[in-house]
């Protein structure tokens, strides 16, 4: 089992800066894929941006490509969201997920979530 905390979210104008941490406990999450997933009202939860374990594989939603950098430390069992250059359109619940599988970040049905942090940008 694996718990997820999320801290980092909060209010800011377009073009600035925020960075979401999250902190993993339990049993290791260093063999699992982490990273985030969001959620505007209204819309689908889609998949932002996921590291993958060993060499750290990245992957990036196109709408965040070149704005988001997404990083772990395993011996801190922790993932990071560096978001830069943030848009209305990125106001959203952000989600820390974690996965032992791809193919579950895929399906958005990772085998861990975390509660949530809220990311208001606005204009």
């Known amino acids: 089992q694996v718990q997820l905390v999320e801290s980092g979210g909060g209010s800011v104008q377009t073009g600035g800066s925020l960075r979401l941490s999250c902190a993993a406990s339990?049993?290791?999450?260093?063999?699992?894929?982490m990273g985030w997933f969001r959620q505007a009202p209204g819309k689908e939860r889609e998949g932002v941006a996921n590291?993958?374990?060993?060499?750290?594989?990245?992957y990036y939603a196109d709408s965040v490509k070149g704005r988001f950098t997404i990083s772990r430390d395993n011996a801190k069992n922790a993932v990071y969201l560096q978001m830069n250059s943030l848009k209305p359109d990125d106001t959203a619940m952000y989600y820390c997920?974690?996965?032992?599988?791809?193919?579950?970040?895929?399906?958005?049905?990772?085998?861990?979530w975390g509660q949530g942090t809220q990311v208001t940008v606005s204009s």
């Open positions: 997920a974690s996965t032992r599988y791809l193919v579950n970040w895929v399906n958005k049905e990772p085998d861990y």
């Open positions: 339990g049993s290791t999450s260093s063999n699992n894929y």
């Open positions: 590291i993958g374990p060993g060499n750290g594989n990245t």
